[in-house]
């Protein structure tokens, strides 16, 4: 793997997102991109009620389209590592215990755990009584482009697939002012195999490569990053750019 550019295929893929469920309705969706509002929960009845019950909106996307990716996939899927990748994580929830903090009120133990960054993997290992390891990451503007090098990076440790989830919400109306991005509550997921898989199964591989760039170029903000690497995938494009944080991270496919 070299140090500024990774290549892996998807084996399988899920989105979710309010009032966007099926497949059609995600790629009229990347045709004709409009802002994703809010609106019903997913339902994750794969998940035992218990533990469902505990997730929030966020986590219930997040676990939503985790459990579609790996539908069907009964041998290997108990052994396949994950990385949850949130920019912003359960924001909401933090913000209700910082709350309690500024008015002396006892903070709920519960509430904190699931407030975490990795408050949704764990979820889904529990569940699942998961034997590999699983990664949360955040990293700004970036948080796409490092899900997808730490996934190849277990791919390149040996790992036969991995399995990739990016989710994120709206922010809370007090933090709306740093927003960069027009925030949509959305989730999706890929199963990620090694490059050299995709001959045999007739499956794109997907590059994703970065350099430097002068940091007073202008930044791509319209539209979460995590959206337009999902339209990007979703609509075929050969390829797809966008510059954040000194960088410029070139997407691409070849068949």
């Known amino acids: 793997m070299q140090t500024n550019k990774v290549q892996f295929s998807v084996a399988a893929h899920a989105a979710w997102a309010p009032n966007l469920v099926t497949n059609q309705e995600w790629n009229d969706w990347a045709e004709a991109p409009f802002v994703i509002q809010a609106g019903a929960e997913p339902s994750v009845l794969k998940m ?32 396949i590592p994950t990385v949850f990748c949130s920019r912003h994580g359960d924001v909401s929830r933090a913000m209700e215990l910082l709350a309690n903090v500024v008015q002396n009120e006892p903070l709920s133990p519960t509430s904190f755990g699931l407030a975490v960054h990795n408050a949704s993997a764990g979820l889904f290992s529990i569940a699942r009584s998961d034997q590999a390891n699983h990664i949360a990451l955040a990293a700004g503007q970036c948080t796409i482009e490092h899900g997808v090098i730490e996934a190849c990076s277990l791919l390149a440790d040996g790992a036969p697939s991995v399995l990739l989830v990016v989710f994120d919400n709206c922010l809370p109306s007090l933090l709306s002012q740093f927003e960069d991005c027009e925030e949509q509550p959305h989730a999706w997921a890929w199963l990620m195999v090694p490059a050299v898989s995709a001959v045999s199964a007739e499956r794109n591989v997907i590059q994703l490569s970065w350099k430097a760039v002068e940091p007073n170029l202008p930044e791509q903000n319209a539209m979460p990053a995590s959206l337009e690497v999902l339209k990007f995938y979703l609509r075929g494009d050969p390829v797809f750019e966008r510059t954040a944080e000194r960088r410029l991270w070139s997407w691409s496919r070849s068949a």
């Open 48 to 79: 035992p009620s218990m533990l469902r019950r505990r997730a929030g909106f966020l986590g219930k996307m997040a676990l939503e389209v985790a459990y579609q990716c790996l539908d069907g996939r009964t041998s290997d899927q108990h052994t």
